[in-house]
């Protein structure tokens, strides 16, 4: 490989054991870094006029994406102190995650702490069709500024929490055959709302066409927030995230996105072993988790960490999840620990936590791997990264330090 020549005021840190996420892992590699951005990494980088950080035995990772949380939504510390899901309604696809995202939140801090650089914030579980989710860096004072992508997804549930929620509301859906109606019903109208628009703009062409002075005016059809999303994802531009644990209910996931061929990927994944051809012969990814949190409902007591590793030997693209609260954020990289415990090969971990959720929320442009021009966002250790007694060092969000290890967390008198 030809030396990459240094042009403008840039950092190496040099000297370490780079774990790319894009290729075999450097051994006393460098990794260059200018302006927020990666410049180079390998073994044979020309770090002329860089400032220099030796890590000798140190290892670096792409920073962790956990693309499954409530971060910043359902405030750590207190449950009844949340935005986590708009419950007035029972289709919400209209609102944004964007809108509720508090950076104050103890979890940014926590995150950071856990070597966690990015997070795909999402709508809760309490609706089908929730909210849109957002691709956010947990370093930041304003959520404008962290947010990277937004829409990132559009959050559906089915099973046991909708249910609950509309049984509770007084509301449908009370029954699992009514959370598929009520998707349906709402695809459907989606599907009716793109055709006015079509023909709108049909209409449009055709007095285009016309002379000048023989033009009528044409009115819009209203515009419909909701259904202006669901058209997106129809037209594929958007992924569903789809909430399911249970087997059934993923067969009833990818039933629906069949039906109306969006783009499918299976959140919990609880149960997706049981199903794993249907899942990998469809190329539908699956975020797995929370790991480590307690069978909380029926629908969780076959979940087992092994799942992970399974679905990986199956051929899955799997990203695994903390659903903070659930799983605190900082422990994305033990869920992942526990999953290797329980026969994720170790070789296959790294993906996991890095480039596949990248790729889900449709950012693995910008970070997941460590490669020139995607952002500094990455991890520094000075142990083995999947030993859980080896704490990160350091945390780098677009190439600025936002944490570095001190010492154990010890929270001040001060509430």
């Known amino acids: ?182 998707a349906r019903e709402a695809f459907v109208a989606a599907q009716e709302y793109q055709r006015d628009w079509e023909h709108h703009e049909a209409l449009v062409a055709a007095e285009a066409a016309k002379p000048e002075d023989e033009r009528k005016p044409l009115r819009e059809p209203k515009r419909d927030l909701s259904k202006e999303i669901l058209v997106k994802v129809l037209k594929g531009e958007i992924p569903v995230r789809n909430h399911s644990h249970r087997l059934d209910d993923i067969r009833t996931a990818i039933r629906l996105s069949e039906e109306f061929g969006y783009r499918l990927v299976i959140d919990h994944a609880t149960e997706s072993h049981k199903i794993a051809d249907e899942i990998v012969s469809r190329g539908i990814p699956i975020v797995f988790g929370p790991v480590g949190a307690a069978r909380g409902k029926r629908e969780t007591r076959h979940r087992t960490p092994a799942t992970a590793g399974f679905m990986v030997a199956a051929g899955a693209i799997v990203a695994i999840m903390t659903d903070a609260p659930v799983d605190p954020v900082q422990h994305l990289r033990d869920m992942v620990i526990f999953s290797i415990r329980d026969g994720l090969p170790e070789d296959r971990a790294l993906e996991t936590i890095t480039i596949n959720p990248a790729t889900i929320l449709g950012v693995d442009d910008r970070v997941g791997s460590l490669e020139p021009g995607k952002d500094a966002d990455f991890i520094v250790f000075d142990a083995d990264p999947w030993d859980a007694r080896n704490p990160v060092q350091a945390t780098y969000i677009d190439g600025e330090k936002v944490f570095e290890w001190t010492g154990p967390w010890l929270p001040g008198a001060t509430p």
């Open 1 to 182: 490989m030809a030396p990459t020549s240094v042009t403008t005021m840039s950092t190496a840190f040099t000297n370490a054991r780079i774990h790319t996420a894009a290729g075999p892992v450097i051994e006393g590699g460098t990794l260059l870094i200018a302006d927020g951005k990666i410049v180079a990494v390998g073994s044979d980088v020309d770090t002329g006029g860089a400032e220099e950080v030796d890590c000798t035995g140190k290892t670096i990772l792409p920073g962790l994406v956990d693309c499954h949380s409530h971060a910043g939504v359902a405030s750590t510390g207190a449950w009844d102190d949340h935005d986590v899901n708009e419950t007035s309604e029972k289709i919400t696809p209209h609102v944004r995650v964007l809108d509720a995202i508090h950076p104050g939140d103890q979890a940014f801090e926590d995150a950071r702490r856990g070597g966690v650089t990015l997070l795909g914030v999402t709508h809760g579980s309490a609706n089908v069709i929730g909210g849109q989710v957002a691709a956010c860096k947990t370093a930041g004072l304003v959520a404008d500024d962290m947010v990277i992508k937004e829409p990132a997804g559009v959050k559906m549930a089915l099973g046991e929490n909708p249910k609950r929620v509309g049984g509770n509301m007084n509301r449908q859906p009370n029954s699992r055959m009514g959370a598929a109606y009520l």
